[in-house]
């Protein structure tokens, strides 16, 4: 695969449809150089949102194990010591976030599609994104304010975290047809070797 073709998944998440983001998420991702090859508006079922954060067979006790730690590196005592645990509350949390409204799912490709997907979005918690992150600007939300609140963080994006996740995910979320192989005028800019293309 050449470097160009890399794919990372983003999907609005309710709370981004809800606040009508949509546009201003879809502008970061365009103004960096990357190209969107899918795009869908869909509304998720517990089954499917299920499935989708489970990919990775491991991700529950992983997440869990994070939730642990989050509480012990703030000095407060976790409702649970089982990272299964744990991670199923969260996974409950985000059945509940993820099915409150329609999703747009989208396709993002160009050169380090993951890496920049990852500091367009910013980290998990909006509260510690930095500004200029689409968590940073556009969210208000914490892991404390959630916690308390029994509910997923409000952090308007999903971003894939790798390359191999990013493939999974793709195709979990859209089938073959869905993805749309074309090019952009501007792709002679950001991957022409001279840069010459564009001489009279």
């Not at 499917?48 to 590196?73: C, H, M, P, Q, R």
Request: aromatic share 8%; no cysteine.
């Amino acid at each position: 695969m050449h470097y160009s073709q890399e794919q990372t998944l983003v999907v609005i998440k309710p709370d981004g449809v809800q606040r009508s983001l949509i546009g201003d998420i879809i502008t970061r991702f365009e103004q960096t150089g990357l190209k969107l090859v899918a795009l869908k508006l869909m509304q998720p079922t517990e089954a499917f949102v299920t499935k989708f954060y489970t990919l990775d067979g491991s991700w529950l006790e992983n997440v869990g194990k994070k939730a642990i730690k989050s509480f012990t590196d703030k000095g407060e005592v976790s409702p649970t010591e089982n990272p299964l645990e744990a991670g199923q509350k969260i996974l409950d949390r985000l059945n509940i976030y993820m099915t409150a409204s329609p999703v747009v799912a989208m396709a993002w490709q160009g050169m380090n599609a993951v890496a920049i997907g990852e500091k367009i979005t910013g980290s998990t918690e909006p509260l510690t994104s930095d500004v200029g992150t689409i968590r940073g600007d556009f969210v208000i939300d914490s892991y404390a304010a959630s916690n308390s609140e029994n509910r997923a963080v409000r952090n308007v994006v999903h971003r894939s975290g790798s390359i191999e996740e990013a493939k999974e995910e793709v195709k979990l979320w859209f089938s073959e047809g869905e993805v749309i192989n074309y090019q952009l005028v501007q792709e002679q800019i950001l991957y022409d070797v001279n840069v010459d293309g564009n001489k009279e």
